[in-house]
């Protein structure tokens, strides 16, 4: 299976290392994983170093539509497009829908979360909301709190979005060394969102 993951931002910061995490070990899997980043950052270092495909698309300003079409031809030959944030949802979704291509999107946080950080917090919530309600087959909530706002204040329905925790690479703790399991959490948050995706994608009626 060909993933691509969708990020805007290179930070190392909680998005891109709970990315990072789940594509090390999808890739241990046999799956065809990689990402495309916005922006460039020190986070691309450790994806290589991880041996993770990485392509830099630059996006140019907040809501450069042109590389919605630019991008698309880069998804398609997608089996599942997945994107993380607001900017990354706002391009990437449209493109992977231009492409006919299926799109999980992962709330890590709401934009709304980072009171104070950025004047665009209306417009990133709006973002948030169009594209998770007409745009996307199905949303991924890192927690139980993140996954109730998303309902109540992105007006999602509740049977389209599921809870799966981050990825944990239990190896970088030396006291669980014997227990770690990296390659088996991640394969259990790619099946739930696997099935999550099936169900959305079912006609209605059927379960």
């Not at 060909?2 to 990315?19: F, N, Q, S």
């Not at 949303?139 to 309902?151: E, K, L, P």
């Not at 006291?175 to 739930?192: F, I, K, N």
Request: one cysteine or more; a positive charge; proline letters at 3%.
């Amino acid at each position: 299976m060909k993933i691509v993951h969708i990020l805007a931002t290179a930070d190392r910061t909680g998005a891109e290392i709970a990315v990072l995490n789940l594509n090390r070990a999808l890739r241990e899997q046999g799956a065809d994983a990689s990402v495309i980043f916005f922006r460039d950052g020190a986070v691309l270092e450790d994806y290589r170093a991880a041996g993770i495909p990485c392509v830099l698309f630059p996006v140019g300003g907040k809501t450069d539509v042109g590389a919605v079409f630019r991008l698309s031809r880069a998804l398609s030959a997608a089996d599942v497009v997945h994107t993380h944030g607001a900017r990354a949802m706002f391009i990437g979704n449209l493109a992977a829908k231009w492409a006919r291509r299926p799109v999980l999107t992962t709330f890590h946080e709401l934009s709304t979360a980072k009171i104070g950080s950025s004047r665009l917090l209306q417009l990133y919530g709006t973002i948030e909301t169009v594209m998770a309600r007409f745009f996307t087959d199905h949303c991924i909530a890192n927690s139980d709190a993140t996954r109730n706002d998303v309902i109540l204040t992105r007006h999602v329905p509740a049977d389209k979005i599921t809870r799966i925790y981050n990825t944990v690479d239990l190896s970088r703790f030396h006291l669980l060394q014997e227990r770690a399991t990296p390659r088996v959490l991640a394969g259990s948050a790619h099946c739930a969102a696997s099935r999550a995706l099936r169900r959305a994608r079912r006609p209605r009626g059927r379960r």
